[in-house]
């Protein structure tokens, strides 16, 4: 089992839960940077974000 939120309680579940963590903060500044950018007719452009992947014991590691 594994999630992708990398909340902090994900760590404390039991298992401890693999989880994906995501930039959000980052996330949610490129998307109104595009909507600002959308409003002013840029044409907008495609992102990758990087992740961490957390892996703990719900993936049947030990």
């Known amino acids: 089992m594994a999630s992708f939120d990398g909340s902090a309680e ?3 579940s039991w298992p401890p ?3 994906v963590e995501q930039p959000v903060a980052l996330m ?3 998307a109104v ?3 600002v950018g959308a409003s ?3 044409k907008p452009r495609h ?3 990087d ?3 957390h ?3 719900s993936c049947g590691c030990p």
């Open 33 to 35: 940077a595009a909507l």
């Open 51 to 53: 992740t961490t992947l």
């Open 28 to 30: 949610a500044e490129a």
């Open 47 to 49: 992102r990758i974000f």
């Open 17 to 19: 839960l693999t989880t």
């Open 55 to 57: 892996v703990r014991q």
């Open 40 to 42: 002013r007719g840029e």
């Open 10 to 12: 994900s760590e404390y």
